[in-house]
């Protein structure tokens, strides 16, 4: 036990012993092995090399000696002054025996921070011939004092950058930490790596592989003299998925590649990692058990005038593809696919075909082909037959804002033609679809509010770039559709942007609830904002639509049995007629939207109303958002004729100086009740039945403009009196009324009133008055007879020209209408 522990200690004191001196040494002798160093160096390259700092260190790779280099500028071959290489720091180790002996023969390197720029310019030459050619005479020794045999090769946040001028590539690779050792024999070097990539290339201006990690254990031969790399078999890992590379790269003549590689132990992650990862970041959590295939190969001529092949073989075999979090998988599953383009950077030339696609998914077995010709132009042949289960396809690859899913659809549809012809009217019906959608009982809930889509039975058959609808019903919202019709033009509309869809179908409905439909489709409000849609008519919908809806609401507004037709094409809608009945009679509307300009949408229409309760009209439209009269004050029912033009914001709010009107109404059964204006009359008309007043048939013509409600003199038979009344009424709730009402008992004593009594000639007098002010601050007083000539006159003919006026306008509008009106559909 004594003497081992003496062996020990003699042991632990020599190699003390032995660092010190080493440590003495490197202290003592470092200048003369720097200088030595930089000597050997000066020696070998023929380039400029600028370094901040120098030191020796037994400490940075014990027990080798360390040659520590920082803040590192080496310049490039090529005229002016670029770098080639910049580093933080270089670090090379050298055995310190061999030092001692004056043998520097490098056998580690390490750098940190460096940035390497390979380059070839347009001429050929590189930027990285920096080293001096051999100038040993014949019969010299071979040996050299100083020799590259690097077994340790530590390169840590290093990034590398080759840029070849005559082919138009610039490579970029990226690693935080890279393990290689170099062994050099003549022209030759062996070169081992393992350790972390990031890429970025680019050839011929098209980027593959951008920001792609690779985990690499490589074996790479270069022959300087020939100028050539050859991969032998090396492994390569990208998401999870294994590689074998092997191939060569020569570019002393030509840049000619030729380069394979092999998927081992492969998945769908195969596949989809070479994919971008704008379109494989969807998929990339889904996983793969069974027998997946995948073989590359790149091979031919890097230059300006070729770029190489590239073909790709994968696929799989009774295979099941699922997502670990999802309940759905697909199973029994089969594809054989391939990708080859003669010329790698030429779209033009590639051609991917997936065939033999078969599969079950949740117990549903479904066939597909694709084919895809010259991704510039793609010419695209494919297939799809199989029953799908609605709920099984979400529960694979869940959809945003759908869920609840129920119900299942059967397609038997194929696609042939190129994509671009459908852009075009004249060439799209050269473009075949054909086949069939069977839709069964399909349910869902969209959106944040979860409104449901219930019961979605029908047909579906394409005909080229056209779809016909067969009984298409369901039940959306709180609404319920059956549809029958053709949608014209929808491949293109469904494909590309800003391109135009027919639509001629019949819709019939049991109720339409249109205050949830606008939410849907014009957006909800923003918080804290009242009711407001941003209405729109699509440029590129042209629309021929039949209704037949039982009911229908928005807002207020309640109809039943609503019939009609409505068009739409160039931002614009026109409906001829539609009746429904609605406020207790009946309605029957025509008219015009122009949406052209989204911000002024200009309406023009005609209504024709047959028995419709006044006071329900006051209630639908929230008493035109004024409280001088009311629905409360209102009973009796109206016919009238409207025409009239306005022009609505996107909220669908009138801009009321647009608002031009022409009314001529019948009223009966008409009641005036508890009216505050009529019952400050008492005090010259002598009768209590003001507060609930009764009057026969009336009629007049009335006409709205300038903001202004102007209403010619008409003749009030009442329960109480005979009233004549006339005046206007102006938007911001200025009124100015005429009155003239019998006399009967009461005398009048104060002389303004004798101005304001005319006598008839048979013994009735007449009391003329007028109501004057605000809506809301108003009176009571006589009208003069030279003030009532003057206003009966003036306003007589005032309105008599703005209704000839408003005529013409509207007729002129009219026949604008009817010229365009039957060119709707042109296909």
């Known amino acids: 036990m004594k003497l081992a522990r003496k062996i020990f200690f003699y042991v632990l004191l020599g190699v003390a012993t032995i660092f010190l001196a080493l440590v003495i040494s490197a202290f003592l002798f470092k200048d003369k092995i720097l200088q030595q160093f930089v000597t050997e160096v000066n020696k070998h390259l023929n380039t400029k090399v600028d370094v901040k700092k120098m030191d020796v260190s037994l400490f940075e790779d014990f027990p080798n000696l360390s040659i520590v280099l920082t803040d590192v500028y080496v310049e490039d071959s090529h005229p002016g002054s670029y770098p080639l290489l910049t580093a933080?720091?270089?670090s090379f180790q050298l055995n310190p025996f061999e030092v001692w002996k004056g043998d520097y023969i490098i056998r580690g390197l390490q750098l940190k921070e460096s940035e390497t720029t390979l380059k070839i310019n347009d001429k050929g030459q590189v930027n990285y011939d920096i080293v001096k050619p051999s100038t040993k005479k014949e019969g010299a020794s071979t040996e050299s004092t100083f020799r590259l045999e690097l077994k340790n090769i530590k390169l840590q946040n290093t990034k590398v950058?080759?840029?070849?001028?005559?082919?138009?590539?610039?490579?970029?690779?990226?690693?935080?930490?890279?393990?290689?050792?170099?062994?050099?024999?003549?022209?030759?070097?062996?070169?081992?790596?393992?350790?972390?990539?990031?890429?970025?290339?680019?050839?011929?201006?098209?980027?593959?592989?951008?920001?792609?990690?690779?985990?690499?254990?490589?074996?790479?031969?270069?022959?300087?003299?020939?100028?050539?790399?050859?991969?032998?078999?090396?492994?390569?890992?990208?998401?999870?998925?294994?590689?074998?590379?092997?191939?060569?790269?020569v570019w002393k003549h030509k840049n000619l590649i030729d380069i394979s590689a092999i998927g081992k132990e492969t998945n769908i992650q195969t596949i989809l990692s070479l994919l971008p990862e704008s379109i494989a970041s969807g998929f990339n959590k889904y996983q793969s058990n069974g027998d997946v295939y995948f073989n590359a190969k790149l091979k031919g001529e890097l230059s300006k005038k070729h770029n190489p092949s590239f073909t790709v073989d994968f696929g799989f075999n009774d295979a099941t593809?699922?997502?670990?979090?999802?309940?759905?998988?697909?199973?029994?599953?089969?594809?054989?696919?391939?990708?080859?383009?003669?010329?790698?950077t030429d779209s033009d030339k590639a051609v991917l075909i997936l065939k033999n696609i078969q599969g079950n998914?949740?117990?549903?077995?479904?066939?597909?082909?694709?084919?895809?010709?010259?991704?510039?132009?793609?010419?695209?042949?494919?297939n799809?037959?199989?029953?799908?289960?609605?709920a099984a396809v979400m529960g694979f690859y869940p959809m945003e804002n759908i869920t609840n899913v129920t119900g299942s659809l059967h397609a038997d549809i194929a696609f042939e033609g190129k994509l671009a012809m459908l852009k075009k009217r004249t060439t799209a019906q050269r473009v075949t679809t054909q086949g069939t959608i069977d839709l069964q009982q399909i349910s869902f809930n969209y959106g944040k509010d979860k409104i449901s889509l219930n019961n979605l039975n029908g047909n579906l058959q394409f005909s080229n770039n056209d779809l016909a609808l067969s009984n298409v019903s369901c039940k959306f919202g709180n609404s319920d559709f059956l549809l029958n019709g053709f949608f014209k033009n929808i491949i293109t509309f469904l494909l590309f942007d800003d391109q135009p869809?027919?639509?001629?179908?019949?819709?019939?409905?049991?109720?339409?609830?249109?205050?949830q439909l606008f939410a849907i489709g014009f957006g909800e409000p923003s918080a804290g904002a009242t009711q407001e849609y941003q209405f729109s008519i699509s440029r590129n919908i042209n629309l021929n639509f039949n209704c037949d809806v039982k009911a229908m609401k928005y807002k207020r507004f309640h109809a039943h049995n609503l019939k009609g037709d409505l068009l739409v094409k160039n931002e614009m809608a026109v409906s001829r007629s539609i009746t429904m009945n609605t406020m207790g009679g009946g309605l029957v509307f025509s008219g015009i939207v122009d949406a052209h300009n989204p911000k002024a949408i200009d309406v023009v229409s005609d209504f024709k109303l047959q028995g419709i309760h006044i006071d329900s009209v006051f209630y639908v439209f929230e008493n035109f958002k004024q409280d001088f009269i009311e629905d409360k004050h209102l009973k009796g029912l109206v016919d009238a004729n409207v025409n009239l033009e306005m022009t609505l914001n996107q909220n669908l709010k009138l801009f009321q100086e647009t608002l031009i009107a022409d009314i001529s109404f019948v009223a009966k059964q008409g009641e005036l009740n508890n009216f505050e204006p009529l019952l400050k009359l008492k005090k010259y008309v002598d009768d209590d039945g003001l507060s609930h007043l009764r009057f026969s048939d009336l009629k007049n013509d009335v006409h709205i403009e300038n903001k202004t409600v102007y209403i010619p003199q008409m003749e009030i038979r009442t329960n109480v009196t005979s009233l004549k009344i006339s005046g206007t009424h102006t938007f911001d709730q200025q009124i100015d009324y005429r009155i003239v009402t019998p006399l009967r008992k009461r005398k009048f004593t104060d002389p303004e009133s004798q101005n304001a009594v005319e006598e008839d000639g048979s013994g009735q007098s007449k009391?003329?008055?007028?109501?004057?002010?605000?809506?809301?601050?108003?009176?009571?007083?006589?009208?003069?007879?030279?003030?009532?000539?003057?206003?009966?006159?003036d306003l007589k003919k005032e309105v008599q020209e703005l209704k000839d006026a408003f005529k013409n306008k509207g007729t002129k509008k009219k026949k604008e209408v009817e010229l365009q009106k039957d060119e709707y559909f042109d296909w």
């Open 501 to 515: 869809i027919g639509i001629e179908t019949d819709l019939k409905s049991n109720f339409v609830d249109l205050d």
């Open 767 to 793: 009391l003329f008055l007028k109501i004057t002010g605000t809506a809301d601050n108003y009176r009571v007083a006589y009208d003069t007879e030279a003030v009532r000539k003057k206003i009966s006159a």
């Open 361 to 382: 998914l949740n117990n549903e077995s479904f066939t597909a082909n694709l084919i895809i010709q010259n991704f510039n132009d793609p010419e695209v042949i494919c």
């Open 321 to 344: 593809i699922f997502h670990p979090e999802y309940k759905s998988r697909i199973e029994n599953a089969t594809l054989d696919g391939s990708f080859a383009s003669a010329d790698i």
């Open 161 to 249: 950058r080759y840029a070849d001028q005559k082919s138009e590539q610039d490579l970029h690779f990226d690693s935080k930490y890279l393990l290689a050792s170099i062994k050099s024999d003549g022209s030759l070097y062996h070169i081992d790596a393992e350790g972390d990539v990031v890429t970025d290339l680019s050839i011929n201006r098209q980027t593959y592989l951008g920001g792609k990690g690779f985990r690499i254990h490589s074996s790479l031969i270069y022959n300087d003299d020939a100028r050539s790399l050859t991969i032998n078999p090396s492994d390569l890992s990208v998401s999870g998925s294994e590689f074998k590379i092997q191939g060569s790269y």
């Open 88 to 90: 933080q720091s270089i």
């Open 384 to 390: 799809f037959n199989g029953k799908v289960d609605a």
